[in-house]
């Protein structure tokens, strides 16, 4: 509980300096969109890229373990999709929606924790599931959000503006970078890797910081609102752990060490990448911010349970 504690109260901290600044005025109305466009553009493409050009092959291919989180993640995606277009809900609304009920904080939250409660042999699954949340999901994501903009204009351009607007995209072509100089056993230079560690190290507390000036935007919570937290929060709380848990058990049949960490990197609350993709383009963001923040509050809760659980 402690250890949960100790990790999970920062990442509240950092919210509420947000929240804080801009109920005081401190930061003005288009502070949060400023301090979003930088994680955006510089601070998060470096930290993907660094994850992604720093990784080790042996690490990363661990085909049971990516089967068993990637399909965890995908299942509860794909269904969130399904039940919000199914709702008339518009394609880059709904893919932001299934980013808010699969798209776990293992880079900002789920290092710290499973190194507090595992340990450090449990850094190299970690690393897989945040490529897999932060560069997989979240690409497939952007391309359904980019399709259903685009679907807009007129269809004989659609692919070509599709098209540009991927290869614009930092938060798709830094990965895509780290992976070429994996591919091809590329070593960073010694002062880009610091200039890389000191921007990416910037992305967790300013997401965290610009979420929080969001949210202290004085504005009214509709039914609708409250009603969609209500289902993209246990989707993600206690759905994709516990499909997480099925596949690793029952399917992939991974050792419970692994087994414990792919179900515990799950269980982890909605990470802010949501809310970036949702400010970036301009769509609709109350939902997403009170899911993140419902959902980290609530994690506390459904982590201790899981860690008492299995202990």
């Given at each position: 509980m402690f250890s949960v504690l100790t990790?999970?109260?920062?990442?509240?901290?950092?919210?509420?300096?947000?929240?804080?600044?801009?109920?005081?005025?401190?930061?003005?109305?288009?502070?949060?969109?400023?301090?979003?466009?930088?994680?955006?553009y510089l601070a998060l493409p470096a930290l993907l890229f660094d994850i992604v050009a720093s990784a080790q092959w042996s690490d990363i291919w661990q085909p049971a373990f990516i089967a068993t989180f990637g399909l965890g993640v995908g299942v509860v995606f794909v269904v969130t999709l399904v039940l919000r277009l199914a709702r008339a809900r518009h394609l880059a609304d709904a893919a932001i929606d299934g980013l808010n009920a699969a798209y776990a904080n293992t880079a900002f939250l789920g290092f710290p924790l499973v190194l507090a409660v595992i340990g450090p042999e449990a850094m190299a699954p970690a690393m897989i599931a945040t490529i897999l949340t932060v560069c997989v999901l979240f690409s497939i994501a952007l391309i359904l959000v980019e399709i259903g903009l685009q679907s807009e204009?007129?269809?004989?351009?659609?692919?070509?503006?599709?098209?540009?607007?991927m290869?614009?995209?930092p938060l798709i072509v830094a990965p895509?970078?780290?992976?070429?100089?994996?591919s091809l056993d590329l070593k960073v230079p010694s002062p880009v890797e610091s200039f890389l560690k000191l921007l990416g190290a910037a992305a967790s507390p300013c997401a965290l910081v610009g979420?929080?000036?969001?949210?202290?935007?004085?504005?009214?919570?509709?039914?609708?609102?409250?009603?969609?937290?209500?289902?993209?929060?246990?989707?993600?709380?206690?759905g994709q752990p516990a499909v997480t848990w099925i596949l690793a058990t029952h399917v992939f049949q991974l050792s419970m060490p692994l087994t414990h960490v792919a179900t515990l990197l799950a269980a982890l609350p909605t990470g802010t990448g949501p809310f970036m993709v949702a400010e970036f383009y301009r769509r609709e963001g109350v939902v997403t911010s009170r899911t993140i923040l419902f959902s980290t509050m609530a994690s506390l809760g459904t982590i201790t349970a899981y860690l008492t659980w299995s202990a």
């Open positions: 990790v999970v109260l920062p990442i509240f901290a950092l919210i509420f300096a947000g929240w804080i600044c801009r109920r005081g005025n401190i930061l003005g109305p288009l502070a949060a969109t400023e301090i979003n466009r930088f994680v955006v204009a007129r269809p004989s351009h659609m692919v070509k503006k599709l098209a540009m607007s290869v614009r995209n895509v970078l780290g992976a070429l100089f994996l979420l929080g000036l969001f949210l202290g935007e004085r504005r009214q919570t509709t039914t609708r609102v409250a009603g969609s937290t209500a289902l993209l929060a246990p989707l993600k709380l206690v």
